[in-house]
């Protein structure tokens, strides 16, 4: 048996990798790497990388190019979002009523630990990525990433790592899901004692983590790498726009934090699997703890600061002014960067350890609140008498920053010790930081989808969906997450499948606001994918007439001028349209139309032999 | 979509080796942890042999047989760590060290019988 299953999987493996080599021969030309020999061949298929991009899934699973990765992680990050949002729609209705009715507490624990991960780490961080990778290199002026081929790599390590997290729920024999919580702590997450988390699903789960580390951090070298080196000339440090300077200091805090995170994984596997003694001994579990949240709060900063970027770049489109006091909003990133690797033990209070120690990080904690504060101001500051259009994507800024502000002070009482210590642990700190994560960084996200919507789809949205999406998605966060800061004034626990009828009106009233959210987020999705199907073409270079007010960013002028010569060199789609009075070209004349438009395509792949 | 004016025209916009590293780590991972000796050796070929082809592409090393033997010697490194010291982990080490033996015959066989066309510079 044991030998028949080794034999089935080498057969397999042999198989995959033989296939592989096969696929690759026939879009690779191995032996070449000089097309000039086959001069006379453009378009033939050795050919494909050098002018143009391959067509079909191919060019899917093969680009390098910045604004495909972006796409790709965009479309990833919405399908995360749909499936981390259905988990915790089950998860509501379940809390609907007190008993256990709909689902097992331990499924429970399943889909409130994979909501967590599935949200923060294959939602959060991805969606983030789609907007740097889509726009940085457009912001700052350069050809694309610093290392393209690293951007593709990491993206790809995207979609095994959500296998991976979800392979739990997946009909595997013997293979559970974990319901470690997303924080893991020891020793429930090395498997000790009588529970069932020594199951292979958490060994996979941490897996699955562990990737999406690596690839958050080759993002982050990326991203630093270019922003560095790749930067137009007429881009200087003193007039880079505010999104890439919140990316910039993301992806330092990645490469500090998640490394980190992946060591402290290892070590996990380690334990689990090798009989290590990390985290089983004495002060074991406290030394987790310690370095699970060295990233985990690190990690927070990492999720808010670019979508902050998104909010200070947006929100002063739509109130016709520029963004006020500029400079602070840049060193208050900073400053929020460098505290945030120093309040980790607010999360620690409850542990026992030493209250010298713990006044240090409330004090830290308490700071911290400054530089968020001072970017609240500003944003306010900047639309103080500002010309405001309540455009969807401003409407979700706004809401940004109405969000932040309930999650920002609900933060600053619990990075108060004695408020923490009789807050901890309750549904006070679920309300907290979902006003953040959905409140405001999911928010940041929707906004920058509508903005630059017509750039990355060619086309306008529904308008008046785009609004009940606001407004159905802001009244649920409310209701949602308003309750749940009310629950755990009551005391009620969180992570319970169950609770006391005492609580049961506010725990309805929260699923009421949870199928609101997931009312709009249906609505968004239809709104999405419709008008990318369907929606009125732009043809305006400047669909929000930021010209109106000089307050037009570099992306816009690449997108005016990418209309332009896409209407003059008859460009794929409007190929039909742009040919004078001739018949229509059919789909291969025009792809060799737009390649050899470039120029002399000779000259470019003797150009790309020489690198 | 059409191409961007300006953008990335003297670059390569696709690449068919990021898919391959991408899949090759957790291929490898699996199988070491798990003892999976067929997707241990099979994700590690995938992982390393994806690896020099990526650097061939991108002309940081000149010939892929050289990079395919630096990697196998990499792998030795490694699984002879896991054989033959106090970690002690012997099958999971052969499976590393099998996959090194294999990327080094590869290497070998592209060597003596794929034409690499050198850049004439």
Redesign the interface.
């Known amino acids: 048996m044991e030998v028949n299953g ?1 034999l089935v ?2 057969v ?3 198989l ?2 033989i296939a ?1 080599a096969a ?2 021969a026939r ?2 030309n ?5 097309p000039l ?1 086959g001069a006379g061949a453009v378009g033939s298929t050795e050919q ?3 002018e ?3 067509s079909g899934v191919i ?1 899917w ?5 910045h ?2 990765i972006g796409i790709l992680y965009g479309a990833y990050g919405l399908i995360a979002f749909v499936v981390g949002g259905l988990m915790v729609v089950v998860m509501r209705l379940e809390l609907a009523d007190p008993a256990s009715t709909l689902i097992s507490n331990t499924f429970y624990n399943s889909l409130l630990t994979s909501h967590g991960i599935t949200m923060l780490f294959l939602f959060g961080t991805p969606i983030i990525a789609a907007f740097s990778n889509y726009f940085i290199p457009l912001l700052i002026g350069a ?2 990433m610093a290392f ?2 690293i951007n ?2 990491a ?3 995207l979609p ?2 959500a296998l ?1 997290i979800w392979a739990g729920f997946f009909p595997i024999p013997d293979v559970i899901p974990a319901q470690t919580a997303w924080t893991m702590y020891t020793p429930l997450s090395a498997g000790v004692g009588s529970g069932n988390q020594m199951n ?1 699903g958490v ?2 789960m941490l ?2 983590l ?2 999406s580390g ?1 690839s958050a951090t080759m993002g982050a070298i990326n991203f630093i790498a270019t922003i560095f080196t790749e930067r137009n000339e007429k881009v200087s440090w003193a007039n880079l726009d505010i999104f890439s300077w919140t990316i910039l200091t993301q992806s330092g805090l990645i490469l500090f934090a998640f490394p980190l995170l992946g060591s402290a994984i290892l070590m996990l ?1 380690l334990d689990r ?2 009989d290590t003694m990390f985290f089983a001994v004495e002060g074991g579990a406290i030394l987790w703890q310690h370095l699970f949240w060295f990233f985990g709060h690190p990690e927070v900063y990492i999720l808010v600061l670019p979508p902050m970027g998104l909010v200070s770049l947006i929100l002063p489109r739509f109130a016709g002014r520029r963004l006020f006091g500029f400079k602070f909003v840049v060193y208050s990133t900073l400053a929020i960067g460098v505290l945030s690797f120093g309040v980790w033990a607010h999360h620690m209070f409850a542990t026992g350890m030493d209250p010298r120690l713990r006044a240090s990080f409330m004090a830290v904690s308490m700071a911290i609140a400054i530089p968020s504060a001072v970017k609240t101001f500003n944003w306010i500051t900047t639309m103080w008498n500002g010309k405001i259009r309540l455009t969807t994507p401003m409407l979700f800024c706004i809401g940004f920053v109405s969000n932040f502000i309930i999650g920002g002070v609900t933060g600053v009482f619990l990075a108060s010790i004695p408020v923490d210590l009789v807050l901890h642990d309750t549904y006070y700190v679920v309300g907290h930081f979902h006003y953040i994560v959905m409140g405001a960084i999911a928010f940041a996200g929707f906004a920058g989808l509508y903005y630059w919507f017509p750039i990355y789809t ?1 086309r306008m949205y529904q308008t008046t969906l785009g609004k009940w999406h606001f407004w159905l998605s802001m009244v649920g966060t409310n209701l949602t997450f308003f309750v749940m800061v009310l629950l755990g004034y009551g005391g009620m626990p969180r992570r319970y499948a169950t609770y006391l009828p005492e609580f049961a009106t506010l725990h309805q009233i929260a699923t009421v606001g949870a199928l609101i959210l997931f009312v709009a987020q249906v609505i968004f999705v239809w709104n999405f994918v419709q008008s990318w199907l369907e929606g009125p073409k732009v043809e305006d270079g400047d669909p929000w007439d930021l010209a109106d007010d000089d307050l037009v960013t570099s992306e816009w002028h ?1 997108f005016d ?2 209309l332009q ?2 209407i003059a ?1 008859g ?3 409007e190929a039909e349209l742009a040919t004078d009075g001739g018949e229509r070209i059919d789909d291969s004349q025009s792809t060799s139309d ?1 390649s050899s438009d ?1 120029g002399d395509p000779v000259a ?1 792949t003797d ?5 | ?23 090759g ?2 291929i490898s ?2 199988g070491l ?2 003892d ?4 241990a ?2 994700g590690l ?2 992982f390393t042999g994806s690896i020099a ?2 650097l ?4 940081y090393v000149e010939s892929t047989m050289r990079s395919l033997v630096v990697l196998s010697a990499i792998l030795f490194a490694f699984g002879g760590a896991l054989v033959f010291t106090d970690v002690n ?1 012997v099958t999971r080490g052969y499976a590393v060290i099998v996959a090194g033996a294999l990327l080094l015959v590869g290497g070998v066989v592209f060597e003596l019988f ?4 050198r ?3």
């Open positions: 080794q999987l080498t397999l493996m042999g995959f990798l592989v696929w690759l879009v690779e191995w032996r070449s790497y000089t020999a494909y990388v050098s143009e991009k391959p060019r699973l093969t680009t390098v190019d604004k495909d050809d694309d393209p081929r593709a790599i993206f790809w390590l095994p790592a991976l292979a060994d996979l897996l699955g562990h990737l690596v596997l699997n090798f060619g690449w001028r990418k010569t896409a060199d460009g794929e789609e737009v470039g470019e150009a790309t032999s020489d690198e | 979509m059409d191409e961007a004016p300006g953008l990335s025209d003297q670059y390569r916009t696709a690449s068919p080796w990021p898919v391959f590293v991408a899949l780590i957790p991972e699996i942890l798990f999976l000796f067929p997707l050796v099979g070929l995938l082809g990526l061939r592409e991108s002309g982990l794929v034409f690499e066309q850049q004439s510079i």
